[in-house]
């Protein structure tokens, strides 16, 4: 289709992916490729940038603390506040 990828690797993950905060990173991650690639939308800075595994903690260890420990939105939700405020 003509399309850019790009490779998520997960420290200490094989193919699969087994642990919970890594699947829904990826989850998460799929739904904004498809939303840049597919909707048209603009797309997140880990896609034209890329992100490391370690600035990706970082980012949710803030989110964490912004939130009182329970991540963003008041939930475990991982995904920035402008993805939310976007409702993806």
Sequence with gaps: MNKDFVMLFYPGESHSIRKKENQV??????LE???HYVRGDEAPKWITEGVT???RQKEIEKM??????????GGS???SDATRRRGR
Excluded: I
Aim: aromatic residues 16%; hydrophobic residues 15%; charged residues 35%.
């Design 25 to 30: 990173d990826y989850h998460y991650r799929v």
């Design 33 to 35: 490729w498809f939303n």
């Design 53 to 55: 595994h370690l600035e």
């Design 64 to 73: 964490k603390k912004e939130n009182g420990g329970k991540g963003g939105s």
């Design 77 to 79: 939700d991982p995904r």
